[in-house]
């Protein structure tokens, strides 16, 4: 299966997929309305709603994350009323910019690119205004920011007609993520980031409330309306046509995250991380992100004071076998971006470090 030129991917998404992954996609294709693709949506059901440790549905999409930003804000942000979306790099940015091209009426919260947000900023805002859904993004992938979900939702929760919404891209399966436990209504997410699969997937954990308030949006859109998909989540099934080689390669991943466990899974990542924090600010570089809101999944590092050649860094790895991130938008070359996520072990994370070191010359 694997191409001799394959480069093994650290980015920050799509990531590296494990062979035997990739082979699961191969089997003999079922229909959508059969009684087997209704036993492998259940095995799915069952398992997702382990990774997302919630005792509640998650929703499957053939679709990006970028499909469930928009499943998001049309259901749960009513005509009339507002969503606070907190904003602090590329892909926050472009979920608010997606409520807002749907008809919605927004408010941000901005901080500079690198820069957290806290529970104390939502709650003044609050305070001052009435909000259908608060919108935050878990860990910012333009920037390698993690936000302190657990604490902003447990301000947000305070409003009881307030839904909690959050974007967690690349964070679920990497970083800590409590859905029930942490009061967060809607938690979607992508397949290639730190589940490590293929793109073509996203899922979202949904609460009960969040289906209480989409009962109330009459203009709900079709692809992404919640309510469709419950009555067939109910039936062990999907509105459309779903992506099923895709789904067959989940059934596989999902076993092997719950064999590592999620707690090792999520301290392993926490390991790489400080392994790379370690390596930027040991070699001259800064860390993009501040600390105490640095990302399990992905280190930004700052480039603004070594000035390495990122291109010339990329070409370098690539004749090494690796795949490597320049960094994102308006931050691209002044910083780039080590992604750690999936399934990536430390072993391989040190022979990155060590080309690394080898093109710097440390």
């Not at 919260?109 to 820069?115: A, L």
Request: glycine fraction near 10%.
């Amino acid at each position: 299966m694997q191409n001799g030129n394959h480069k093994r991917l650290v980015i920050p998404g799509p990531v590296e997929v494990r062979p035997e992954v990739l082979e699961a996609q191969t089997q003999w294709m079922i229909g959508h309305r059969s009684k087997s693709f209704e036993e492998l949506f259940a095995r799915l059901q069952t398992k997702l709603r382990q990774a997302f440790v919630t005792e509640s549905r998650v929703y499957i999409s053939g679709s990006s994350g970028t499909g469930l930003w928009e499943g998001a804000s049309r259901n749960c942000i009513r005509d009339g009323h507002k969503a606070l979306h907190l904003v602090g790099g590329a892909f926050s940015e472009r979920w608010a910019e997606v409520s807002k091209l749907n008809g919605k009426q927004v408010d941000v919260i901005e901080v500079p690119w690198g820069q957290g947000h806290t529970p104390e900023m939502v709650a003044d805002a609050l305070k001052k205004e009435r909000y259908d859904a608060v919108c935050v993004v878990h860990n910012e992938t333009s920037t390698g920011v993690t936000n302190p979900i657990k604490e902003i939702a447990a301000v947000v929760r305070q409003y009881e007609d307030t839904l909690v919404m959050v974007d967690t891209v690349s964070g679920v399966l990497g970083a800590e993520l409590r859905a029930d436990e942490w009061g967060l209504d809607i938690a979607l997410t992508s397949s290639q980031k730190a589940f490590a699969l293929p793109p073509g997937l996203a899922f979202a954990s949904v609460s009960d409330r969040v289906l209480a308030r989409a009962k109330e949006v009459t203009n709900r859109g079709y692809y992404f309306d919640f309510i469709e998909m419950e009555a067939s989540l109910k039936k062990n099934n999907t509105p459309s046509t779903p992506p099923i080689s895709l789904m067959f390669a989940l059934d596989r991943q999902l076993d092997d995250v719950l064999a590592e466990g999620l707690d090792r899974r999520w301290a392993r990542h926490l390991h790489m991380r400080d392994m790379t924090i370690a390596w930027a600010e040991q070699r001259g570089f800064g860390v993009f992100a501040p600390e105490g809101f640095r990302s399990p999944t992905v280190t930004c590092v700052d480039n603004r004071v070594k000035q390495i050649d990122v291109e010339g860094m990329a070409k370098f790895m690539g004749g090494k076998g690796f795949s490597m991130d320049k960094g994102y938008g308006q931050i691209k070359g002044k910083t780039f971006r080590i992604a750690h996520m999936g399934d990536m072990q430390p072993t391989e994370l040190e022979s990155i470090l060590a080309g690394l070191d080898e093109f710097i010359g440390a």
